[in-house]
């Protein structure tokens, strides 16, 4: 095996079979149910300093997870627990319970718990309210608006008070932002320029934009900038699988705005995330924030479900079912 | 006469000979001593949204100044007083003193007062304490380090207690920045690799990069950034003659780091100069701030000094004495 250049062909991964082991003490045995897909996947498969250690070659692909305790030998986990943590992309997973916690589903389904109350929400939570600090009557741009991270985000934008515009690949997308989520506009950028899309729809600037892809819709955002506006760097997904990062040609319109363009990443909020999930529960159960899901089955399908995450292939949160 | 391209020729600027007319109500008649040069020069020749407006075609050339009121109309301004303020690249001016202040040298050269006391100590002065938010300590890496920013910018971090390492081209310019500003080391972009360099002065990676230039030494810098880091974006000379800008390719430093790189307008802070000033003075006079002027006679020479703004030939503030 060796570390893909580019997009990642299939046997970058391959499917193992292995018997499990007796538990030894401390640790726990889960069933793994849902298998979370993020575009994060792709950089943590290369070997360069990120915010995280790389997947090792040889090691089970990370992924995050929900499943059943089946066995305990750890006195913080019982038989029967739900428990949300980094299981990785396996059927079953023998580990000591770090990184676990427990999930008290209530009314919600499974899935949500690696969706909008998991990383993805966690990160739009915390990326638009302490990043971005957006305020009341803001425009705020979100781009991979259909996505797992940008439904929500423009979803807490619009509770919040703002005007909310995304960009998405497609009528479909861009219909589903407008009727199903709730935001004032969107852009397709398959089917039209970004650079006029935001000319129409945010006539009065952008104060905060959250960026999610990189490349060309970044620069045509910091092209419309307003003075002192925030640029959430979320992620970049447009760059991902590109062996030469495009850098913004345009970033000198953070002098000229006095803006600020901020990396962010979610595991830094993590003593707060279970009062976001406190919050983002209340506005699901009123009915403000929608959660999606888009899930799939088999783990001898993961390299299908895998090319989703960056062909625009799917809609909210990408999960895998077991 | 038309906009430049690329690097102004000669011929973006003619030298005209007017006879002053008489004075009207309000307006004051300024014989210019001093006319400070800056690298935004080039900017204001660009017909495109700014943070100012572009100098018109037939406009007299923008630029600050330092003269003395030869003539006033103008109950706010009288004969005698020397005033700061945009004269722009002419012997006299005549004007309503709208944006002119009166400056009481003291023992200090009049030049100090377009250079660290002027924009380009402001510039430097709110860029590295609000912008950079330095404290004790941190690693400050600064571009330009011999010019009329960079050169306050790193006297002010080190009188704050932090590690400051420069960039400058060619060994002159390191040794200066290094023995007589008092620098803890300088990179000589023009002899070695800058990525190699920052490695060595700046094992414990960099905690404030205060960019002047922009191109291959930003993205230099954004390999080493610390977690938490600033950039202060305040210019990028190695870009303003460029038809095309380049983006910061490893700009996803930002987000792996947690970092934010923020533009910045000196305008802004108009309202604390004063204050700036008072502080500025003191460290002048205490001798931990020194200021360095490189002073031209002859406004027929004003493209042979324009040049030196972006030939590197040139240490501290550039000025054009009348």
Same mark, same amino acid.
């Given at each position: 095996? #060796? ?64 499943? $059943? ?32 916690? $427990? ?17 993805? *929400? ?24 259909? *996505? ?5 985000? *423009?979803?807490?934008? $619009?509770?919040? !008070? ?5 960009? @998405? !690949? ?15 506009? %969107? ?14 729809? %945010? ?17 045509? @955002? ?23 990062? #495009? ?26 995330? @279970? ?31 895998? #090319? ?6 799917? $809609? ?7």
């Amino acid at each position: 095996m #060796k570390r893909p250049l580019g997009f990642p062909s299939e046997d970058t991964w391959k499917l193992d079979e292995e018997t499990l082991p007796p538990l030894n003490e401390n640790e726990i045995l889960i069933q793994n149910h849902y298998i979370s897909f993020d575009p994060a996947m792709r950089g943590w498969l290369n070997e360069t300093r990120s915010y995280i250690e790389p997947v090792k070659i040889g090691e089970v692909m990370r992924a995050g997870s929900i499943g $059943k305790v089946l066995e305990s030998k750890n006195s913080k986990f019982s038989k029967g627990d739900i428990v949300s943590g980094w299981a990785g992309v396996q059927q079953y997973s023998i580990n000591n319970g770090k990184g676990f916690f $427990k999930i008290n589903p209530g009314n919600l389904d499974l899935p949500v718990f690696i969706g909008t109350l998991g990383m993805p *929400g966690m990160t739009a939570y915390f990326g638009i309210l302490e990043v971005g600090k957006i305020k009341k009557g803001d425009t705020v741009l979100v781009s991979a608006a259909a *996505g797992a991270v940008g439904s929500i985000v *423009g979803q807490i934008a $619009k509770i919040k !008070g703002c005007k909310v515009i995304g960009i @998405a !690949g497609g009528k479909n997308k861009c219909d589903y932002v407008i009727n199903d989520l709730g935001f004032d506009g %969107c852009i397709d950028y398959k089917n039209e320029s970004v650079t006029r899309g935001i000319k129409r729809e %945010c006539p009065n600037g952008i104060d905060v934009y959250f960026d999610n892809v990189g490349g060309d819709i970044l620069d045509a @955002a910091l092209i419309f900038i307003n003075k002192n506006a925030r640029i959430v760097v979320c992620g970049a997904i447009s760059q991902y699988n590109e062996t030469a990062v #495009k850098g913004p040609k345009n970033y000198l319109s953070l002098l000229v705005n006095r803006a600020t363009m901020s990396g962010m990443v979610v595991f830094d909020y993590s003593n707060k995330y @279970a009062l976001a999930v406190d919050q983002m529960k209340i506005w699901i159960e009123q009915d403000k924030l929608k959660s999606k899901e888009d899930i799939y089955s088999g783990i001898e399908n993961f390299y299908e479900i895998f #090319k989703k995450l960056f062909n625009g292939d799917k $809609k909210g949160k990408l999960i895998l079912k077991l």
